[in-house]
């Protein structure tokens, strides 16, 4: 199973090489935590970490 990255700046969680967020290439495998968000706008949680889009998201990133 591949190794899930979280990306630096928007703290999106993927497989992937690029962010499917915010489409940046900053990405860590140093992160702890994971928070799902599938509606941002009902979301305090989602407000208080700048989350737009439903994701999986780490709560922190190294
Ligand atoms: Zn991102």
Redesign the pocket.
């Known amino acids: 199973m591949a190794r899930e990255v979280a990306?630096?700046?928007?703290?999106?969680v993927t497989i992937g090489k690029v962010?499917?967020?915010?489409?940046?290439t900053d990405l860590s495998p140093d992160w702890s935590g994971i928070i799902l968000i599938f509606d941002p706008a009902k979301s305090r949680v989602a407000a208080t970490l700048d989350i737009i889009l439903p994701h999986k998201y780490a709560l922190k990133v190294a």
Not at 19 to 24: M, T
Request: aromatic share 0%; with cysteine.
């Open positions: 990306c630096k700046r928007c703290k999106a962010c499917p967020v915010c489409k940046s």
